[in-house]
């Protein structure tokens, strides 16, 4: 039975294709596959210079100069030494935004699916037809069902024009994967504790700590810029490093100690940590009574949690519990027990990040030096503009009572509310997607095609051709970072900055810039009021003037310092201070989350062991890759091709399996890879787990170099388990076992571009 919307490869229909369609288009002259007729021309003004940006490969976002050849070609990034972010060194993946840049892949032009013949395809559009397109469709929605059923799923600087112009539309209905799917259990638990949650860069003083705890954060593969320039100060300057990881991962290499911990048991460890901190009075006796809220209440709830109840859970030894502990207690206040950034593992994240910001405030490492220290940014004016219309519903009135303590909106909630359902009344009917790859973001893929079927409008903007533009009722070409003026960076950090990202080239294609595309889009939707400007440079111009500054002068620097307002770096030494909680402490105890009927403290529950001959999934980073955004980046496949399947040597041996063989994935509900990854035998990954880089198994065949490479992790991830407090999607609650021959796949799995038909059945 053919679906509403089937999935389709972005291949534009040819003069025979229109012809026999009966001239549904204008003859069009015979194109590549997406649809280049034009040469475009260097921006010859451009030739010999060094031209600001930021990258946009990840959130550090770090500022660089783009340097040009003499034909005013981009030919190489380097970073800008006034940058706090980066200190004037990228790491391979900000240099490579040449390789973004330059990827022949790239999508090149509109596209609209159409019907021809009985087959679904694309067909190249101009933008006009294009924009005309989604504004009839999204003000069909609005007036059948609200504006508010109108979504936006957005990953980088772009998302907040589209953002702006969808709050003006009337939806406040805008999510970040990020968020769900990442970092929203910290934020949540961090807030529940100190009133204030850790926000992007984090505010870690890892320069000046003593002893830096990792409990499952991999920093030297995830790559974080200033965090691993600060860790390898640490290193250099002698002080403790802790990783607490199943995984003797690029950071456990360097530290002093390595807990191979059990997965999903690490709550049981932080509860012992906070157990031997109080008992054995380790903890800051003058910071916790002047600043803290239910301590005797703790000492109470952690009585019986001893390094000997751990170490039957965690399997690590009391001992090394025990010293540990007192590195921390020797090293304090100097010392961070790491927040680290994607959390959301076992359902019970919230809590689990609870317990790390408690044994961060008994060794009273907030808001002090080598601790937490008190970031500052600079937040721009908003160009004049109308009030935007209240939103009668969000996402949230699809789960009633649920999730009050999210900050965010949640993607995988807006996803689930995108699913019909008799007990809404509307459910969410258009997506605009930018810049994020929802088939390999979000988990449980059947649950994501699901409600991509129920959409009536799918909106795809994205630099390349990624699973999710398959889907797409219409993709629009998105200009690389390097092509574009974006809002002026203002992130938080020790000192305020602002850095500056410009065009170092003009657009390649008939590609565009999102503040371009929610402009044009806004003005075919009657929101030309909400779009005062002619350009963004006169936006810019307008912002940057307002705090003494110009587009002019930013245009030369790249990266502005500005002094900080107040000098609170470190603003917790004996200072009196009011927290923004109810009770105006640091809360061991939250009275947050005891109004809500959660558990006001951490409880550790044990979570499902793997049956036998499955093992436990994990998955993480590799320092030269972003998600599965950079895989197919020419500069950075040549870095890392595909990823491996980490197997200890006593579980290969049990399989038969040698070094290098090829295998494929089974999960717990028969979930098979749709390609085979390699296996890697290795001591570095405990026997009850295997471990895989995240972001590979492409199923595109328009990515040429990351087609097929490898397998992806989130195809195996189907039982994902719900953070009952903010609604973060844990995903370390999957196990798989090992095929050394291609299975059956019994249909079992979603088709792809890996079927042997042009359009198989969503």
């Known amino acids: 039975m053919k679906t509403r919307r089937e999935f389709i490869k972005v291949s534009t229909i040819g003069a025979g294709g229109l012809a026999a369609a009966g001239g549904l288009l204008t003859a069009l002259p015979i194109k590549d596959i997406f649809g280049q007729s034009e040469t475009v021309e260097n921006l010859k003004s451009n030739a010999n210079k060094q031209l600001p940006t930021y990258c946009e490969i990840c959130f550090w976002q770090c500022a660089a100069w783009v340097n040009t050849d003499e034909d005013g070609e981009i030919k190489s990034i380097i970073g800008n030494n006034d940058d706090p972010h980066c200190n004037g060194r990228l790491c391979p993946r900000g240099t490579a935004g040449v390789g973004m840049y330059k990827d022949e892949d790239r999508l090149k032009n509109p596209k609209l699916r159409t019907t021809v013949n009985g087959k679904q395809v694309f067909?190249?559009?101009?933008?006009?037809?294009?924009?005309?397109?989604?504004?009839?469709?999204?003000?069909?929605?609005?007036?059948?069902?609200?504006?508010?059923?109108?979504?936006?799923?957005?990953?980088?600087?772009?998302?907040?024009?589209?953002?702006?112009?969808?709050?003006?539309?009337?939806?406040?209905?805008?999510?970040?994967?990020?968020?769900?799917?990442?970092?929203?259990?910290?934020?949540?638990?961090?807030?529940?504790?100190?009133?204030?949650?850790?926000?992007?860069?984090?505010?870690?003083?890892?320069?000046?700590?003593?002893?830096?705890?990792?409990?499952?954060?991999?920093?030297?593969?995830?790559?974080?810029?200033?965090?691993?320039?600060?860790?390898?100060?640490?290193?250099?300057?002698?002080?403790?490093?802790?990783?607490?990881?199943?995984?003797?991962?690029?950071?456990?290499?360097?530290?002093?100690?390595?807990?191979?911990?059990?997965?999903?048991?690490?709550?049981?460890?932080?509860?012992?940590?906070?157990?031997?901190?109080?008992?054995?009075?380790?903890?800051?006796?003058?910071?916790?009574?002047?600043?803290?809220?239910?301590?005797?209440?703790?000492?109470?709830?952690?009585?019986?949690?001893?390094?000997?109840?751990?170490?039957?859970?965690?399997?690590?030894?009391?001992?090394?519990?025990?010293?540990?502990?007192?590195?921390?207690?020797?090293?304090?206040?100097?010392?961070?027990?790491?927040?680290?950034?994607?959390?959301?593992?076992?359902?019970?994240?919230?809590?689990?990040?609870?317990?790390?910001?408690?044994?961060?405030?008994?060794?009273?490492?907030?808001?002090?030096?080598?601790?937490?220290?008190?970031?500052?940014?600079?937040?721009?004016?908003?160009?004049?503009?109308?009030?935007?219309?209240?939103?009668?519903?969000?996402?949230?009135?699809?789960?009633?009572?649920?999730?009050?303590?999210?900050?965010?909106?949640?993607?995988?909630?807006?996803?689930?509310?995108?699913?019909p359902s008799l007990s809404r009344d509307c459910s969410i009917k258009a997506w605009i997607v930018n810049g994020t790859n929802l088939i390999e973001t979000l988990p449980n893929q059947a649950n994501t095609l699901k409600a991509i079927e129920a959409l009536d409008l799918l909106v795809v903007i994205d630099t390349m051709p990624m699973e999710i533009t398959g889907y797409a009722d219409i993709i629009l070409p998105e200009c690389t970072y390097l092509e574009r003026y974006d809002t002026v960076r203002t992130s938080a950090h020790r000192i305020p900055t602002l850095a500056l990202r410009m065009p170092a080239h003009k657009p390649l294609y008939d590609s565009k810039p999102d503040w371009w595309i929610a402009k044009e889009l806004g003005t075919r939707l009657g929101l030309e009021e909400y779009f005062g400007y002619e350009n963004i440079e006169e936006m810019l111009d307008w912002q940057l003037k307002e705090v003494g500054s110009s587009l002019e002068e930013m245009q030369k620097i790249g990266v502005k310092k500005l002094d900080r307002e107040y000098p609170d770096l470190y603003f917790l030494n004996g200072e009196d201070y009011e927290f923004n909680t109810n009770t105006g402490k640091i809360e061991l105890y939250s009275t947050a989350l005891e109004a809500e009927g959660f558990d006001p403290m951490p409880k550790y529950t044990a979570h499902p062991e793997p049956d036998p001959r499955f093992y436990r999934l994990n998955y993480g980073r590799a320092p030269m890759h972003t998600f599965s955004r950079t895989t197919n980046n020419p500069q950075l496949f040549d870095l890392m091709e595909e990823n491996m399947v980490w197997v200890n040597p006593k579980v290969a041996k049990e399989w038969y399996l040698k070094n290098g063989q090829e295998v494929w994935l089974e999960n717990q509900d028969g979930i098979v890879s749709d390609f085979s990854i390699k296996v890697r035998i290795t001591e570095r990954i405990r026997f009850d787990s295997v471990y895989m880089v995240h972001g590979f198994g492409h199923t595109r065949k328009q990515l040429s170099r990351a087609y097929g490479r490898g397998a992806s992790d989130t195809q195996l991830i189907t039982n994902v388990m719900l953070d009952p407090v903010m609604g973060g999607t844990g995903m370390r609650g999957n196990f798989v076992t090992f095929h050394t021959e291609e299975p059956e796949r019994l249909n079992k799995n979603i088709k792809t571009d890996s079927t042997k038909v042009e359009g198989g059945k969503a």
């Open 123 to 419: 067909k190249d559009v101009s933008w006009d037809e294009a924009f005309d397109f989604i504004a009839e469709k999204m003000n069909k929605i609005k007036e059948e069902h609200g504006p508010e059923c109108t979504a936006l799923f957005t990953h980088g600087s772009g998302g907040k024009f589209l953002g702006h112009m969808l709050k003006a539309f009337g939806s406040s209905n805008i999510a970040a994967p990020s968020y769900a799917q990442c970092r929203g259990p910290r934020e949540v638990g961090f807030i529940a504790t100190y009133g204030a949650g850790i926000g992007s860069p984090e505010p870690t003083d890892i320069r000046d700590s003593r002893c830096l705890v990792l409990i499952g954060s991999h920093i030297g593969e995830n790559m974080h810029n200033g965090q691993v320039q600060e860790m390898s100060d640490m290193i250099r300057n002698d002080a403790t490093i802790i990783t607490v990881d199943p995984r003797f991962s690029t950071a456990a290499s360097k530290s002093k100690f390595w807990l191979p911990i059990k997965p999903a048991t690490d709550l049981a460890l932080l509860l012992a940590w906070i157990h031997e901190i109080i008992y054995n009075d380790y903890y800051d006796k003058a910071y916790i009574e002047k600043y803290a809220y239910g301590f005797e209440e703790l000492k109470a709830h952690v009585k019986n949690f001893t390094p000997e109840w751990a170490y039957g859970i965690t399997t690590i030894e009391p001992k090394v519990i025990r010293e540990t502990a007192r590195e921390m207690r020797n090293s304090a206040p100097s010392v961070i027990i790491h927040p680290g950034r994607h959390v959301t593992w076992y359902g019970d994240d919230t809590q689990r990040l609870r317990a790390v910001a408690i044994l961060n405030a008994l060794l009273g490492s907030w808001g002090r030096r080598g601790g937490f220290y008190n970031p500052e940014g600079l937040s721009l004016l908003k160009y004049p503009s109308p009030k935007y219309p209240k939103p009668k519903k969000d996402w949230r009135d699809a789960f009633p009572g649920k999730f009050k303590l999210a900050d965010l909106a949640l993607a995988s909630g807006m996803c689930d509310a995108s699913v």
